[in-house]
């Protein structure tokens, strides 16, 4: 799966990436739950008559990584942070023919869970990630 996106923050320096440049990054996820929201109002007369109003519908991905570390780590957190204006970004899933969506970070967080490897003073920790996107317009 591949992300495409444009840096703006938390700029990996050491893989020379620089501000306002578009990066795609290759990421392996443990998990891409898919979900759907329904926006719609619903009217039921007396008489038992139901009439719904339908306004949207939005698909929700929850995302999980593998554990990751060094550039893989940075080029993440880089991609999260650069993305939590609610700037749109393109993903592909994998899928074969290549499909860009549009998407945009959901919610006001990501998370990064740490795996302490003991007695290399935290060198070759690992980092699980997790977000939340939806599909844009």
Known sequence: MRLRYVAKRSINTTDSHAV????TITIVLTKLDR????TA???TALGGYRQTTYQRGETFYQCETVPVTGEDYRNLQEFLDSME???NFQFDNGASPTVWKSMQLEGSSYSENRRVRLGD???EDKFVMRWKMRESF
């Open 121 to 123: 003073g935290g060198f």
């Open 20 to 23: 306002d440049t578009e990066y």
């Open 41 to 43: 109002k619903a009217i």
């Open 35 to 38: 979900s759907r929201r329904r």
């Open 85 to 87: 204006d609610g700037t």
